[in-house]
């Protein structure tokens, strides 16, 4: 739940000033985070010759071992969508992907990574995390920590919580 | 510049715990970036059928009054860049922009809001204002004033910062 410091009704939130403030805050947010995935989109080009959709689609494979049917990876997107099923196909082609039939189910197929597939992805995640810290490492701890949390306040007040909070 | 007590040695950052934690704040900046885009798009939409990368251009034309070179346009741009050309043409047909040529030189033309694309864009911005507050509003004019902080921080430690700071 959030942290009773960070609310306040929303009558002292009305002024003018304050909803410049909302606003400079929200641009600030924007830009700094599209920068963020510019410098992530562009790093993934040169280092692993790869794209923020592909990552994304393996970050999710990745995280469901067992492998998932292809409506559930498309919900499971948190971040990008791009062409799901042109991705897969390529992954496929690629030897990072299988295609394996359900168990019980004739019609569904689940597709999952690879040996290799899971391999290339923890090679990326490993130097994503890399250049992730190299951008928030600027952060104390304690700032970071603040973050996340006024972070949480909003997503709770957006009603934006799943209760599906894992890590990529 | 960045308040000193949100800025550490990168030696203090790089234990696993930190770096997960980084990443942790990263996917949560990102989600809750995107969750806000989403409903503003979907404001946009619905309230004025309208799309994003237009609002985003008339944000940007009606900052500078006086037009903008289309070469301007895109960098003044700080948002998404759809098909700024297409976006234009689709402007001027709606009688909200005119092409208007630069004193002295004969093949430069610049782009600018007519009355009417003034007016329009108006009435959009301050729903826009409200939308942003009805979401950060939940958060106290202290949190907000130190995530817009914290934001520095990490602009200043990524070079972010261009010196135009002006607010749509």
Chains 1, 2 share one sequence.
Not at 90 to 111: C, F, N, Q
Request: net charge neutral; aromatic share 4%.
């Amino acid at each position: 739940m959030s942290d009773p410091d960070q609310r306040s009704s929303a009558a002292t939130n009305t002024s003018p000033a304050l909803i410049k403030q909302s606003l400079r805050l929200w641009l600030k947010m924007l830009k700094t985070t599209k920068h963020v995935e510019a410098t992530i989109r562009e790093k993934l080009r040169i280092e692993f010759d790869t794209t923020l959709p592909r990552f994304d689609v393996m970050a999710a494979l990745y995280r469901f071992e067992e492998g998932l049917k292809m409506s559930e990876l498309s919900s499971a997107l948190r971040v990008s969508n791009g062409n799901v099923t042109g991705i897969i196909e390529r992954l496929v082609a690629d030897g990072a992907v299988l295609r394996v039939p359900v168990a019980g189910d004739k019609r569904a197929m689940l597709v999952r990574l690879t040996h290799k597939g899971r391999e290339e992805f923890s090679r990326m995640a490993a130097a994503h995390e890399l250049w992730i810290n190299a951008i928030f490492g600027c952060l104390t701890p304690d700032a970071t920590a603040r973050l996340i949390s006024i972070l949480d306040t909003i997503e709770h007040s957006q009603g934006l919580v799943t209760g599906e909070e894992n890590d990529a």
